[in-house]
């Protein structure tokens, strides 16, 4: 699951990616992703908001070389470094897209998923009705986001940890409750919703935190705009290296089913 990405610089976000990709959360959220897709030989897999293609390759081996795995992203620096990255698998192709405007035929895959995308998008409902479109009945969909108004850091102040909290909610993250949301967006976008499971992603050691997290980097955007004071939030930030550290964040991810059309009642009588 990413940390408020905005706090980063372009320049930075392929690295933060992978970092986020590499920590245990990250391993553990992507297994049951890929697992709950079911991804065949021979099934077109759409990945919207691929990043630097982290997870294309793993796709790609799933689906075999009679499948097609397609990577889209907003970012011409993604789309090249997934372009880059997956250039020994013939069957992934990656191009620039709107997630609000997929550039898809309608019923064109079998398996499609956003991962940790919704919560940065303008609409997020018209994402998933565009998911709606172009997958196939019977097909599925994958979507994961983390539940930022869930994150919680523990520290003796306390009060400072909750306002840090509240700021990633409030100013940061553009979506940031998004995570609970999952499974009515499904529905409201006409799939069958299969499944919907939370998890918490506990952190116990700060560097692994920091990189996921980046809590310096967030509570420094804070003060610069005057939602905590800076000398409490220096205070707070070194408080969070000495001795033991705790922080969590729960983390939704929902499946849902295209219907298959039903067979009329005449058809069915013969």
Request: negative net charge; glycine residues 8%; hydrophobic residues 45%.
């Amino acid at each position: 699951m990413p940390s408020p990405a905005s706090t980063l610089r372009a320049a930075d976000q392929i690295a933060y990616l992978d970092q986020a990709a590499s920590s245990d959360p990250g391993r553990r959220y992507k297994r049951q992703l890929l697992t709950a897709l079911d991804l065949r030989p021979g099934h077109t897999v759409l990945d919207v908001g691929c990043g630097p293609g982290t997870d294309l390759p793993a796709m790609a081996v799933a689906v075999g070389g009679d499948g097609a795995v397609l990577g889209i992203d907003h970012d011409p620096e993604m789309v090249e470094q997934a372009r880059h990255r997956t250039a020994a698998y013939p069957q992934v192709s990656v191009r620039s897209g709107d997630a609000h405007a997929l550039p898809c035929d309608d019923a064109s895959v079998d398996r499609a998923r956003t991962d940790r995308v919704l919560q940065h998008l303008a609409d997020p409902g018209q994402a998933v009705a565009e998911l709606r479109r172009v997958v196939r009945p019977g097909g599925l969909v994958a979507l994961a986001d983390p539940d930022w108004d869930t994150l919680a850091i523990d520290a003796v102040d306390t009060a400072t940890s909750r306002a840090y909290a509240r700021f990633i909610v409030s100013d940061v993250v553009r979506n940031a409750d998004i995570g609970r949301q999952l499974g009515r967006l499904l529905a409201d976008a006409g799939f069958e919703v299969v499944a919907v499971d939370a998890t918490v992603a506990m952190f116990r050691d700060y560097d692994e935190a920091e990189a996921v997290l980046r809590m310096p980097a967030v509570a420094r955007h804070a003060w610069q705009s005057g939602a905590l004071d800076e000398a409490s939030a220096r205070s707070w930030l070194a408080s969070l290296t000495d001795g033991p550290f705790l922080a969590a964040v729960t983390f939704f991810t929902a499946i849902g089913r295209v219907p298959k059309p039903r067979a009329s009642a005449r058809a069915s009588e013969t």
